[in-house]
T-cell receptor, first 112, second 111 residues
Framework: DGGITQSPKYLFRKEGQNVTLSCEQN?????MYWYRQDPGQGLRLIYY???????QKGDIAEGYSVSREKKESFPLTVTSAQKNPTAFYLC???????????FGPGTRLTVL | KQEVTQIPAALSVPEGENLVLNCSFTDSAIYNLQWFRQDPGKGLTSLLLIQSSQREQTSGRLNASLDKSSGRSTLYIAASQPGDSATYLC??????????FGAGTILRVKS
């Protein structure tokens, strides 16, 4: 089955901890994206990557970091510098620029 | 800066009704427009992608139109069903290789 997987589904973080969210795709897509969704707001872009070993900041990159060592994987680290990390995080992929974008099931992060 | 607005914010209709969801964007320089559906606590499901050179796309009971010059798109749902209840999101691809999303329309179809 082709698709995008995200893990874990739920994640709890204590203040001051870094946590890493996993995103894997087997669609052979070049581009991958991370979004954050807060209640009542549209999705906001955190980081995106068009190709392996390259990525760009989105609109709200502060307090987050990413890597793209493999085409299939695009993990997101939420660092302790992110002041309000509680949110629903969504990973997406597409063949390339302005192609149809497909989403994973999401990870809900809660700071305790 | 591109801004996407969706009206209405919420809509409740009886089963069987045809309905229209609206999306507007401030900058007509878009590459394409995509409509998504999101169920509570889930990821987004792509419904339709309209290329900037196209006027509309159809998939089953769904029809999406695009008018770039006026900065508008509509999603038409025919013969609505309770299973259509979800949040519908509109997003436009802009220069800089990213999607800009609206806040969504929450649809409830009553049986």
């Amino acid at each position: 089955d082709g698709g995008i997987t995200q893990s874990p589904k739920y994640l709890f973080r204590k203040e001051g901890q870094n946590v890493t969210l996993s995103c894997e795709q087997n669609l052979n897509h070049d581009a991958m994206y991370w979004y954050r969704q807060d209640p009542g707001q549209g999705l906001r872009l955190i980081y995106y990557s068009q190709i392996v070993n390259d990525f760009q900041k989105g609109d709200i990159a502060e307090g987050y970091s990413v890597s793209r060592e493999k085409k299939e994987s695009f993990p997101l680290t939420v660092t302790s510098a992110q002041k309000n990390p509680t949110a629903f995080y969504l990973c997406a992929s597409s063949l390339g620029r302005d192609n149809e974008q497909f989403f994973g099931p999401g990870t809900r992060l809660t700071v305790l | 800066k591109q801004e996407v607005t969706q009206i209405p914010a919420a809509l409740s209709v009886p089963e069987g009704e045809n309905l229209v969801l609206n999306c507007s964007f401030t900058d007509s320089a878009i590459y394409n427009l995509q409509w998504f559906r999101q169920d509570p606590g889930k990821g987004l499901t792509s419904l339709l992608l309209i290329q900037s050179s196209q006027r509309e796309q159809t998939s089953g009971r769904l029809n999406a139109s695009l008018d770039k010059s006026s900065g508008r798109s509509t999603l038409y749902i025919a013969a609505s069903q309770p299973g259509d209840s979800a949040t519908y999101l509109c997003a436009v691809w802009v220069h800089g290789n990213k999607l800009v999303f609206g806040a969504g329309t929450i649809l409830r179809v009553k049986s």
